[in-house]
């Protein structure tokens, strides 16, 4: 199956406390964008990128990629208000059928085995989703009242999630809805079943200053 990548990029770097959109921060002397575009093309050079980024943002970017003199190819998407629509702008764009796996742009940190895993399993069964177990104790707070949650059944979840181009489309045509956080929840309003793979924690999304630290560290390990 041809393989893609939707690469969403919109963050403006609040919780950053920084003027400069997080993906543009730089990790290791480049943006931190370039990192995760270049983890999918030396993944498979075949691969097909679709980067997503607000329309104010392209010609900074288109700055950065001189600057860094930065060639790995990929197409520029223009953004929507919710990433539901970015991703659904980003979704359309892909000419062909195959999988495509849709990717925070600050998780810079994605391994070629993690990408493999997730790969394999959606050209199979249509769709995979990584996550991670929770390794904090965990507790519902309403109020007055408290209780405690079994965290072996809770997951966080990663990107990249990984489906069937055809059939995500589809799943894209629906009316938005706010509790659309991932795609994995628009598959499934769409009907369709979810299948895991295993992430990493190494697959950080640089949110925070001390993310961008965590990330440097592990680079240069």
């Not at 943006?31 to 607000?54: A, K, R």
């Not at 629906?174 to 929840?185: G, H, I, L, P, V």
């Not at 925070?208 to 592990?218: I, N, R, Y």
Request: contains cysteine; glycine residues 6%; proline residues 4%.
């Amino acid at each position: 199956m041809k393989r893609y990548a939707v690469i969403v990029a919109g963050g403006k770097g609040l919780r950053m406390g920084n003027d400069v959109p997080k993906q543009f921060l730089l990790l290791q002397g480049k943006p931190i964008l370039m990192h995760s575009i270049d983890t999918f093309y030396s993944y498979d050079n075949d691969i097909q990128c679709f980067v997503v980024l607000p329309e104010q943002q392209v010609a900074y970017w288109k700055e950065l990629c001189a600057k860094h003199n930065f060639t790995t190819p990929h197409t520029i998407v223009l953004g929507g208000k919710e990433r539901f629509y970015s991703v659904k702008n980003g979704i359309s764009s892909i000419p062909t059928d195959g999988v495509v796996a849709v990717h925070d742009g600050v998780r810079p940190l994605i391994s070629k085995d993690m990408l493999e895993t997730g790969f394999t399993l959606a050209e199979e069964k249509g769709a995979a989703v990584p996550y991670i177990d929770s390794i904090d104790s965990l507790r519902i707070i309403d109020g007055d009242k408290t209780k405690a949650v079994d965290r072996s059944v809770i997951k966080r979840i990663q990107t990249p999630q990984i489906f069937n181009v055809s059939t995500l489309k589809k799943a894209m045509s629906q009316e938005y809805k706010s509790s659309f956080t991932d795609e994995a929840s628009v598959w499934e309003q769409f009907g369709e079943r979810l299948y895991f793979y295993q992430g990493t924690t190494n697959n950080i999304k640089i949110t925070t200053p001390a993310d961008l630290e965590m990330a440097e560290f592990l680079l240069h390990k």
